[in-house]
């Protein structure tokens, strides 16, 4: 059996623009640490080798000619990129890779995630279909959010591929479109179990343990719910709980609004930029604090870093509006720490056994369920426990063996 991923996002930094990077990377290393000949078709950085291979996994960077003229990463220069994906992608596909393999015998898997992969989609089912070969090769695209969902000819994309999604929120969405998704939800890797720095953990805790230790990243987008973090923060100072949330968010506008509304309410915010990268550097951040209620992080954080940050903290703020899966409260929960989400796509969360979930915009909701965990240390230590259990069930493997494989079967 040979796969091959189409997306934009991929394992690339040129490529890396949120959580679709991380579920692509994800579930292409785990298809090819069970064996599976796995090639993974993006939009890479430019000054890389166009083709590289990885053991069983093939990384394909795509659009490299267009990319070159636009730093800005995956999605600048994104129509340009979009048309030319779909236009060149699928013959190269078909004529270099999936056609000898079928022909030898094999069977295929494509999957594909978002809207700018659709037309390439289209094209690559009137390939196999001229060519005859269309019935040995199973075609899935991926739904992670609804972006672009006004571009997509749905009639026909459900005729070349089976549509699927993460949540069963984004299913419930698709419903009025016309569309019935399979759910395969995100998956972890194996790095997001690694278990934090001991050390750094405890000295986080202890330099501020008189204090309600937060953190939340996301970008800065409404969506998000930033100013509902920045409300849980004025809420906990005026109880006089001594709040201080680390917060990471991205270039994007509405943080102009967030932290203006942070001001607005009697907050102190300081931008800090990490020295050095991973544990070390996140530790020295949090060494240097005098008197702030926000420490705006304007660095990237790493791995290592978010790993240690989400364990040390006494809940990470990854509750939203609206959220078709919520990888960043998995990623919490993966290493023992308190996730506090909203309840849309969050399938995984269960409020009090292994979460906080939040059903309002009420800072009151979130001060409160924060206050009667921090309050019951046994408490606080068994749902943390159980959060390390449940995001295990979410590993890449454990997707791959329950949710994908088992569908192959019967799709088309």
């Not at 930094?13 to 579930?27: E, K, P, Q, V």
């Not at 779909?86 to 978002?114: I, K, Q």
């Not at 070390?280 to 290592?304: C, F, M, S, Y």
Request: glycine share 10%; proline share 4%; with cysteine.
């Amino acid at each position: 059996m040979q796969f091959h991923i189409l997306s934009f996002e991929g394992p690339d930094g040129y490529a890396r623009a949120g959580g679709i990077a991380s579920r692509i990377s994800g579930l292409a290393e785990a298809l090819a640490e069970q064996g599976y000949d796995t090639h993974l078709w993006f939009v890479g950085d430019p000054y890389l080798e166009g083709a590289e291979a990885r053991g069983a996994l093939h990384l394909h960077r795509w659009c490299q000619w267009i990319s070159r003229y636009h730093s800005g990463g995956v999605y600048d220069g994104e129509e340009a990129k979009e048309a030319d994906y779909a236009r060149s992608l699928a013959p190269f596909l078909a004529e270099h890779v999936l056609l000898p393999h079928l022909r030898s015998g094999g069977d295929a898997v494509v999957l594909a995630e978002e809207w700018q992969t659709v037309q390439a989609v289209l094209h690559l089912d009137w390939i196999l279909r001229r060519h005859g070969l269309r019935h040995r090769v199973r075609v899935l695209w991926n739904a992670n959010n609804v972006f672009g969902f006004e571009r997509i000819k749905w009639p026909q994309l459900g005729e070349a591929a089976t549509i699927t999604t993460v949540s069963r929120y984004m299913k419930h969405l698709m419903w009025p479109l016309g569309v019935d998704p399979l759910v395969i939800p995100n998956g972890l890797s194996a790095d997001a179990f690694l278990p934090p720095d001991r050390q750094a953990v405890a000295e986080v805790r202890r330099r501020h343990k008189k204090r309600t230790l937060l953190a939340k990243v996301a970008r800065f987008d409404p969506d998000k719910r930033w100013l509902l973090a920045i409300e849980t923060v004025a809420e906990l100072k005026r109880r006089g709980f001594g709040p201080l949330l680390v917060a990471r968010g991205g270039v994007e506008s509405h943080g102009r609004e967030v932290f203006e509304a942070a001001a607005a309410g009697g907050l102190r915010v300081r931008d800090v930029a990490m020295e050095g990268s991973g544990v070390e550097g996140l530790v020295h951040v949090l060494r240097d604090v005098d008197g702030e209620d926000i420490l705006n992080i304007t660095t990237p954080l790493d791995a290592e870093a978010r790993r240690t940050l989400f364990r040390g903290v006494d809940a990470v703020l990854a509750n939203s509006g609206r959220e078709p899966f919520g990888l960043v409260g998995l990623e919490a929960m993966a290493v023992g720490g308190v996730a506090c989400t909203g309840c849309t796509g969050e399938d995984y969360a269960v409020q009090g056994r292994n979460a906080l979930v939040l059903q309002t915009a009420d800072p009151r909701e979130c001060v409160g369920l924060l206050q009667s965990l921090r309050s019951d240390r046994p408490k606080d230590r068994a749902l943390r426990r159980a959060a390390r259990v449940t995001a295990k069930m979410y590993a890449w493997p454990e997707i791959l063996t329950r949710n994908l494989l088992p569908r192959l079967g019967f799709v088309g």
